[in-house]
C-alpha cells in the first residue's frame, strides 16, 4: 500500500509561483510513476503532468506546458509540481496519483493510477 502526500499549496496572486511537493514513506518510491491532478470546483478531475519511474520521461497538459515542471527526488521518494506563472484558472485541488511502473512511460489516464493523495489546495485570484 502506498501512502501519498501532498504539500505546498496555499493562495497567491496571478503571476506567483509555488511548489507542490507529493511525499511517501515505506515504498521502493522509485518503481511507481507519478502524476498530478486538479479538480476545480464543478468540474471534472484533470491531468495537469506525470513523471517515469526513473523522471527519464515527463509528460504535461498543454494547459501547463511551459509553465509547470514535474520532476522527483526518489532518494528523498517525493515528487514535486512546481508552478510559474501562475492563473486564477489554475485554482484547484492538486491531486499526486501513482501506481507500479514496469516500463519508462507515463500515463494521463486517472483510471491508470492506484494510489492517491488527500488533495492540497491551490488558490489563484487575479
Known amino acids: 500500500q502506498v501512502q501519498l502526500q501532498e504539500s505546498g499549496g496555499g493562495l497567491v496572486e496571478a503571476g506567483d509561483s509555488l511548489r507542490l511537493s507529493c511525499a511517501t514513506s515505506?515504498?521502493?518510491?522509485?518503481?511507481?510513476?507519478v502524476g498530478w491532478f486538479r479538480q476545480a470546483p464543478g468540474k471534472e478531475r484533470e491531468f495537469v503532468a506525470a513523471?517515469?519511474?526513473?523522471?527519464?520521461?515527463?509528460y504535461y497538459a498543454d494547459s501547463v506546458k511551459g509553465r509547470f515542471t514535474i520532476s522527483r527526488d526518489n532518494a528523498k521518494n517525493t515528487v514535486y509540481l512546481q508552478m510559474n506563472s501562475l492563473k486564477p484558472e489554475d485554482t484547484a485541488v492538486y491531486y499526486c496519483a501513482a501506481y507500479f511502473s514496469s516500463n519508462f512511460y507515463v500515463r494521463a489516464e486517472a483510471s491508470r493510477y492506484d494510489y492517491w493523495g488527500q488533495g492540497t489546495q491551490v488558490t489563484v485570484s487575479s
Open positions: 513523471i517515469s519511474r526513473s523522471a527519464g520521461r515527463t
Open positions: 515505506g515504498q521502493t518510491f522509485s518503481s511507481y510513476a
